[in-house]
């Protein structure tokens, strides 16, 4: 650790100091857990999914990705392109430290708020040296005939991520960039009611996938 040459502070707030539990949190049927590296803090409370991949990371865990594409998600599993897909494309562009969210083999989707969905296979390669600010994801399936762009907040995730599988007890750090390393944690699979106020990214699509209900301020999960 680095410390600071100019005398001040940062302010911050505890994590986790508040109950995500309105029911005894023993009781609930939960599971221990290998989260992907990359997507860095993920929170108490954070909608989870799992990889899908025919290779990669398969059967790791990452962050849900809500159905809604504004920009404003708070939504850690997607890495948003710096530059137009184009049509028939097979290099993606993403921020450097996004590329870590990613391993060779994984598949990946290639999405945006408007234009449809498309799987877009398996990784085959992933690089990081060519260009300082940016890395090119190569994938096995081209794009189709549309162009994905950022100005339509078009990003890319890994299959798997449209499918929440559970939510995260507590509050991990999964890294970012070349330093990442992933983390250890437990999801919550059922038989709880949970605040709703403290759950990020859980949203209808969510809800139906965990045959969960919403009750106000309280979230019953069967």
Known sequence: MVG?????LVFGGQEDYRSLYYSEHLAARKVPVSIMAGYGTLKMGTAMAKNGSAGGSVGKLIPYDPTSVTGAEVAPVRAYLVQDSGIGASDLYVPLADAYKFAVGDDVYINDDTTTLEQLGAITAIDVTTYTHMAVITVTTVTGA???TTARFAYLAVQGADTCV??????VDCGT???A???LATLIR???VLITGMLTNFDAAAIVDLSAGSWGKYTDIA
């Open 4 to 8: 600071r040459d100019t005398p001040s």
């Open 146 to 148: 549309d162009s994905f």
């Open 166 to 171: 559970g939510i995260l007890e507590k509050s």
């Open 177 to 179: 960039g070349v330093k």
């Open 181 to 183: 390393k992933g983390a």
């Open 190 to 192: 059922g038989n709880c």
